[in-house]
């Protein structure tokens, strides 16, 4: 069974995002990047399926500017067999990946495509669902365990209050939370044979696919900054201060 | 202009969330509509009805409705979805599942998460777990929106009287199936919606330490929250967290108890109106976004909180 994972190239989550003066975006010059958390998620999730020998071959896939590379090469060394880029510098929305994703589906085949519940940097949400409707594929996002046998996917994923399973025909979506489990540390001989792994490299025209975005951002601001307040020195004034001056007990 | 709220509930009741929804659709600028799907939903479609604000219910109700699956329920806001300019959803886990099912299926963009309705086609969305804010423009004829529910107040749950009409219902996709769920009981208020919150860190130590915590949530008529770093050690259950990648809260009193304050829990709290920070370290970045903080052993700071609270 073929896997495909997307992943995404964003701002390290380390980094703290600085809003550019003019208001036009995030400074995103000369910062550290890295594969998005939950991407790394799915790319050791379809690993450990391959190494319990439910998968045969995955594939890393990915959408962006030439060194979007790197993060193909991270993912082949985290157990990726081969990637692929979608090369374009313009700013691609989820709908936009979403079409692309779903022409390399229908080129590939893949029983499974696993990824990403969101990325870091847009916070979006959207790329698996997006996916699924268009490939019209059931779905299971928010992911934190995830069994595959008989030909279906049984998925226990994490809502509002607790846990939640469903069960899945293939080919399925699925995409992924934090607890799934926990990506492994990628080795120096590991990224060495990364490196003789096939990468291949297509722009989303050869796909026929229209990624114009749909949304102008007008504007990237700071959020409100809230002051830091001050320190009480027992919790008498404490009750005394959230009583009469926050009035919130 | 008529706006679409997808309703969010578990077949007995409305969740709350779904009255914050109907706030960001009123002003969106038309009439709000609530579709309710379900099954054996009728007492949702009848608090439904009465939400202030709605001027019509539809109700499609059968047995595959009955878990919220995402494929079902798409299908059926794409059956209703020609007569709206505007389709909104909480942007809880029911919310960021299904819509943008439906959004790719309209071939429109979804707007994730806003927190602010600037006009009917410009609004405010966190990014950068909320390090950004962005203002943005649809420019699709459609706009599916997912609604931060800590950005707007919630619309009053009685005094209206929408008409209720049933829709017919597609049918099952047949391709999921809803298998169980181990949702965690409690009796105190639900995270997302609690006017206090409670929350407990990495200080806490241990799990059973959290129990010092719960004379003062229950003091307060309060909820229990945690930092990803107490969740990630086992001291909590994961519906828990609060936080960029757990629940966005913004009570009117936050108590973070042994948080040090790290950016990921920053932000999914520091929209509350009040926060309170007890931590044994003077320097723990939460004091910097503390209205009022506490410097001392929080062993010995809780347990007389809960005192002097009386």
């Given at each position: 069974m073929k896997v495909l994972v997307p992943v995404k190239r964003v701002v390290d989550y380390n980094v703290k995002v600085r809003v550019k003066s003019d208001g036009s975006g995030v400074d995103i010059a000369n910062v550290k990047m890295s594969m998005n958390p939950f991407d790394e998620i799915a790319l050791e999730e379809a690993t450990r399926l391959k190494e319990g020998g439910k998968v045969t071959e995955i594939v890393a896939v990915t959408c962006g500017v030439t060194q979007a590379q790197e993060t193909l090469r991270t993912g082949m060394a985290i157990g990726a067999d081969r990637g692929i880029l979608v090369e374009t510098g313009a700013e691609i929305e989820p709908l936009g990946v979403a079409k692309v994703l779903k022409a390399l589906a229908d080129k590939e085949q893949p029983q499974l495509i696993i990824l990403g519940k969101q990325a870091i940097d847009d916070d979006s949400n959207q790329t698996g669902q997006m996916l699924a409707a268009l490939l019209g594929w059931p779905q299971a996002t928010f992911a934190s365990k995830v069994v595959l046998e008989d030909g279906k996917v049984t998925v226990t994923r994490e809502v509002d209050g607790g846990l939640e399973t469903v069960a899945l025909t293939l080919p399925a979506i699925v995409t992924t939370d934090l607890r799934l489990n926990e990506p492994r540390y990628v080795t120096l001989p590991n990224i060495m044979k990364a490196k003789k792994k096939p990468l291949e490299t297509i722009k989303p025209e050869d796909l026929g696919v229209d990624v114009t975005p749909r949304l102008k951002t007008l504007k990237v601001a700071e959020p409100a900054k809230r002051s830091a307040g001050i320190k009480v020195p027992d919790v008498a004034t404490l009750v005394a201060k959230l009583r009469t001056e926050a009035k919130v007990i | 202009m008529v706006a679409l709220v997808i309703a969010e509930h578990d077949n007995a009741a409305l969740k709350g969330v779904t009255l914050n929804t109907v706030t960001a659709a009123a002003q969106c600028g038309g009439e709000v509509h609530l579709l309710v799907a379900g099954s054996g939903c009728g007492a949702v479609a009848e608090q439904a009805a009465k939400v202030?604000?709605?001027s019509k219910v539809l109700v499609a109700d059968a047995p595959h409705f009955a878990d919220g699956l995402a494929e079902n329920v798409a299908e059926q806001i794409l059956a209703v979805a020609s007569a709206y300019s505007h389709i909104l959803a909480p942007a809880s886990a029911f919310g960021k599942n299904i819509l943008p099912r439906v959004a790719a299926r309209l071939d429109v963009a979804q707007i994730s998460e806003?927190?602010?309705?600037?006009t009917p086609d410009t609004f405010e969305r966190p990014i950068y777990a909320g390090n950004a804010i962005a203002t943005v423009q649809s420019t699709d004829s459609v706009k599916v929106i997912t609604v931060r529910g800590t950005g707007f107040d919630a619309a009053a749950a009685e005094g209206g009287s929408a008409a209720v009409e049933t829709v017919s219902s597609v049918a099952d996709s047949g391709k999921s199936t809803f298998v169980g769920r181990e949702l965690a009981k409690s009796d105190r208020p639900e995270l997302t919606g609690a006017k206090i919150v409670v929350s407990g860190g990495r200080g806490m130590g241990s799990g059973d330490n959290f129990k010092i915590l719960e004379p003062l949530a229950d003091k307060l008529g309060a909820a229990m929250g945690a930092s990803r770093a107490a969740v990630d050690a086992g001291y909590v259950p994961n519906d828990w967290q609060v936080g960029q990648t757990g629940k966005i809260v913004a009570p009117t009193l936050y108590i973070a108890v042994g948080i040090s304050g790290a950016i990921q829990h920053l932000a999914g709290m520091k929209d509350s109106k009040t926060i309170v920070a007890i931590n044994k370290?003077?320097?723990?970045?939460i004091f910097s976004v503390a209205d009022y903080g506490i410097v001392g052993d929080l062993f010995e700071v809780v347990p007389a909180l809960v005192k002097e609270l009386g």
């Open positions: - | 202030a604000g709605v806003i927190t602010k309705v600037d370290d003077p320097e723990a970045p």
